[in-house]
DNA sequence: TTAGGGTTAG
């Protein structure tokens, strides 16, 4: 029943009696005119009638020729005229037109449909199956598709290298990742291992289930690479997250005379709007212009998040003005980059654009950077409005998880806890980690020490491995007087040993990144940057600094606190941009992690006390600082 | 006749 409502027409046996066809009995063709000419022309509705004429005369060729142009044509009305002149004229297809049959169902959105042609094959070949599990995996479909490969070896039909490229796009995530291992097993002993198309099946296999070591690999293990295998790892890694790997290779690569793409420069500028580094981009902008490869959509919408992402919200912005055509990612890239900069008014009017334009429709993510605007844009009237009319409005989405976790940080951060609270026991969805940390983060910002000791509680039950959770809660024990508490939740962090992610923090000067780690130890002018730091700590404190002891982790005494404090990778980095750039350059910095309270209160000073403007991007989003003032109102 | 890599969110 599921995959018959992929058919989006009606069914084969219901156009025996369709009018068209019966009227097309009364129409004279010129006997020169065949259904060849008629196809290669285009004419599918004048070859239909050429074949209603030739009756049970039809043959393999007739139906061949027709079929193919049903196909490059997705013609699904006419495929399935022809697909009912074979039941009405007793006409049994061989195992090849079955097939064709299978493809232009597939490639016409009717699952069902193709199932049902492969269910009546007398006979099947290597073709025939690896069509049907083609069609369930482009459809999303993972399970059947590997429901049906088993079913193939179980058969006796020998996969090929068609079905091993198939199947192995189907067991991607932390799901697929074993039964996709037990596949890279078969194309071993079958002897597939060196095949280009299967090897970069078997990489992305691999590079999307995070198994970094597997997927490089395979990639070394191949005698021949193209430009897809050689685009599959550099995306691979991006898309893990490991950015300058990324990079390296990609360079590597290029002085090997790898041949790029539109792709190849994508998954770079992935990479590069992870790093945050605006000149590399720029120069990977300015080699595309150069090698004379078309800006094409995909590219753009590239283009505008690598901008955006590094700060550049300006141009990202002038890209998407002069695109001639817009998808509905260029759009969710524009609106992302305004939201991380904290421009609520850019999102909103952006948003109404799209709506007036009306080329485009918004979807699930277009709705989730709209409200996380509007959140971190402090305008809450607007993102509640716009939530409560998600479902009932014209796109008819329904709110997911993630929706409502917006509309909790929307409330929590203008300190609305109570409804926040009372939003999330009344949601439809079993809160997230997430969502309860972001209403935790909102108790502590506003000093709400109940509801915040209350959540806190919740979430050590359910991410106990996450150390900030334990310190925001310890903190508001101590806030509320409750030391023995606090003690207890001091202990249970040790207990747990909790692992932080270690902080880092990057600048680029002079096409170089300079990454800075907690209590730097690796950096060439570490000693000289450390001396600066202490030098703006006693000069901002003449000036009412005063330390957040707060933020350190460990339970040491108070000066020690504040030496670990001196010692967070964004003070380094700052201090480092102020000793080595050039006098009154705009300070550009990248956080791993959400920049601490402290740090964030540093800057501030930084940028009024020099003169300075600081544009820092953390986990979530971009602080702009100028004069003491940050663009994020102090919440983030 | 059937295959591989890509852009937004989290």
């Known amino acids: 029943m599921l995959l018959r409502s992929f058919c989006l027409y009606f069914h084969v046996k219901d156009l025996l009696l369709s009018p068209i066809y019966t009227f097309s009995r009364r129409i004279s063709i010129s006997p020169s005119s065949n259904l060849k000419t008629l196809c290669s022309n285009g004419q599918l509705n004048e070859a239909l009638l050429q074949m209603a004429i030739l009756g049970s005369e039809m043959k393999f060729e007739g139906y061949d020729t027709i079929l193919n ?49 492969f269910d009546e094959m007398p ?15 482009q459809r999303g479909f993972a399970s059947q598709a590997l429901n049906l490969f088993v079913a193939m070896l179980r058969s006796g039909t020998e996969p090929n290298e068609f079905t091993f490229a198939t199947i192995l796009t189907s067991c991607i995530g932390s799901l697929g990742f074993q039964i996709g291992r037990q596949i890279h097993s078969i194309v071993i002993k079958r002897n597939y291992e060196s095949h280009m198309f299967v ?287 606090m003690r207890n939740i001091r202990d249970l962090m040790q207990e747990k040993a909790v692992i932080k992610e270690p902080g880092r923090s990057w600048v680029e000067l002079d096409q170089i990144v300079h990454t800075f780690h907690a209590s730097d130890h690796t950096h060439p002018r570490r000693e000289e940057v450390a001396r600066k730091v202490k030098e703006l700590a006693i000069k901002f404190k003449e000036e009412g600094y005063v330390p957040n002891l707060s933020c350190v982790l460990y339970d040491v005494d108070e000066e020690q606190k504040e030496k670990v404090l001196l010692g967070h990778s964004e003070k380094l980095a700052m201090a480092f941009w102020l000793i080595a750039a050039p006098e009154g350059a705009t300070i550009r910095v990248i956080k791993n992690l959400r920049v601490c309270v402290d740090c964030h209160s540093f800057a501030k000073f930084v940028s009024k006390l020099y003169a300075r403007t600081i544009i820092l991007r953390d986990k979530n989003r971009f602080h702009n600082i100028v004069g003491g003032i940050c663009s994020c109102g102090d919440y983030w």
Not at 69 to 75: E, L, M
Request: glycine share 8%.
């Open 69 to 117: 142009q049903c196909v490059s044509q997705r013609a699904i009305r006419e495929g399935q005229r022809v697909h009912a002149h074979m039941i009405k004229t007793c006409y049994l297809p061989p195992v090849y037109l079955r097939t064709r049959l299978i493809v232009l169902y597939n490639k016409c959105d009717c699952l069902g449909d193709a199932r049902e042609v």
């Open 123 to 137: 006979l099947r070949n290597v073709v025939s199956w690896t069509a049907m599990i083609s069609a369930y995996s």
């Open 199 to 485: 090897g970069s099946s078997l990489l992305d296999m691999y590079a999307k289930s995070g198994r970094v070591h597997e997927a490089h690999g395979v990639f070394q293990s191949l005698p021949e690479r193209d430009v897809v295998v050689c685009t599959a790892i550099i995306s691979g890694y991006a898309q893990m997250g490991l950015d300058v790997e990324a990079l390296k290779l990609f360079r590597q690569l290029q002085s090997e005379g790898m041949h790029s793409n539109y792709v190849t420069y994508a998954s770079v500028l992935t990479a590069l709007s992870g790093l945050a580094a605006l000149n590399h981009g720029k120069q990977v902008h300015n080699h595309v212009l150069r090698s004379g490869q078309s800006l094409n959509v995909v590219l753009l919408n590239s283009l505008i998040d690598m901008y955006s992402k590094c700060g550049n919200v300006c141009y990202a912005r002038r890209i998407f003005d002069h695109m001639s055509e817009r998808t509905c990612i260029s759009w969710n890239a524009m609106l992302v980059g305004y939201s991380k900069h904290g421009m609520g008014g850019e999102v909103l009017e952006l948003f109404k654009l799209m709506r007036e334009e009306n080329k485009v429709k918004p979807d699930s993510i277009t709705y989730l950077a709209v409200l996380s605007g509007c959140s971190h844009g402090q305008l809450e009237h607007k993102g509640l409005e716009i939530f409560y009319n998600m479902a009932d409005g014209k796109d008819g989405i329904e709110p997911d998880i993630e929706h409502y976790g917006c509309v909790v940080d929307l409330l929590g951060r203008v300190g609305r806890i109570e409804e926040a609270f009372d939003f999330i026991r009344k949601m439809p969805y079993v809160p997230t980690a997430a969502i309860w940390g972001s209403l935790l983060g909102s108790c502590r910002v506003h000093s709400n020490v109940d509801i915040g000791i209350i959540v806190g509680q919740k979430l050590l039950e359910i991410e106990p491995e996450n150390a900030g959770n334990y310190v925001i809660l310890s903190n508001l024990h101590a806030s509320a007087g409750k030391w023995e508490d």
